[in-house]
């Protein structure tokens, strides 16, 4: 399996605070890894620099692209930052945290937002259909404004509208936050099946055992740093993952 994403010694700081700690990690095509921690260990941190939309300190990151297998240094040595909307046309998306959708706007707006760098309209409607194909109660809820939905209908319009870039590599960062257990269950098997069909995932969470559960790779981040890795399973099994993560 090809290399999609690779992460060297990536670098974070705050003012005084050094959130992300020489954090490298590398992304097949085709899986799922997830980044499991806890509040404030960094994992947002590391998404949003992957997104270009965190500044990171130091650090290399190299992608490359399913289209055209060229390697494209996103930053690094001297290479110039790749902006954000430079980084969603080459086929990187992120459902942010905290769901952040536009509480004015439909959920059909919202949508439509996430296909902003796009100019394949018959594409785009294609994808739209595929989005309420995975997520039927947006679809029943298409001219409602976001702000109506309920927390776990707003968490599904956000992971909606990253997928409306077509990316190749979708990054959702906590997307089971604040939801009722029925409804992690519901997210994650969606999650599964977006990766079925062959997109690439980056899953950031605090919810290590759902995690875990779905993941091909698995890198725990404490206080910035990455502390263990290895496979979702070996880490499920993991002693130190289990006293400090999955409730012993
Ligand atoms: N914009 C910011 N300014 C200052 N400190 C920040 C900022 N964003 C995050 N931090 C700090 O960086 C650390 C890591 O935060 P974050 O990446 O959000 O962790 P996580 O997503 O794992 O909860 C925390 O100590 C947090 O308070
Ligand atoms: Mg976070």
Redesign the pocket.
């Known amino acids: 399996m090809g290399v999609m994403l690779k992460v060297e010694k990536l670098n974070v700081n705050?003012?005084a605070?050094h959130?992300v700690r020489d954090v490298s990690l590398s992304i097949g095509r085709g899986e799922i890894v997830t980044l499991i921690?806890a509040?404030?260990?960094?994992?947002?941190?590391v998404i949003r620099s992957i997104m270009g939309l965190t500044r990171s300190t130091a650090g290399e990151m190299t992608y490359t692209s399913p289209r055209n297998n060229a390697a494209i240094p996103l930053q690094g040595g001297r290479h110039s930052v790749v902006p954000t909307e430079e980084r969603v046309k080459m086929g990187i998306a992120l459902s942010p945290?905290g769901r952040r959708i536009l509480p004015q706007l439909t959920v059909e707006e919202n949508l439509a937002l996430g296909a902003y760098t796009r100019e394949d309209s018959r594409g785009v409607a294609r994808d739209l259909s595929y989005v309420y194909s995975l997520f039927p109660r947006l679809k029943e809820r298409q001219k409602q404004k976001g702000g109506t939905l309920s927390g776990g209908e707003q968490q599904m319009l956000a992971v909606g509208r990253a997928l409306m870039s077509r990316p190749d590599l979708l990054m959702l960062d906590e997307p089971s936050l604040g939801l009722a257990p029925i409804l992690v269950e519901e997210v994650f098997g969606i999650i599964r099946e977006i990766n079925a069909q062959g997109r690439t995932i980056l899953l950031v969470e605090q919810n290590a055992w759902a995690a875990l559960k779905i993941a091909h790779k698995a890198y725990v981040?404490e206080t910035g740093a990455i502390a263990l890795s290895g496979t979702g399973s070996e880490l499920l099994n993991n002693p130190r993952v289990r006293e400090a993560y999955l409730g012993g």
Not at 39 to 45: D, V
């Open positions: 705050y003012g605070i959130a921690g509040n404030g260990a960094g994992k947002s941190s945290e981040l």
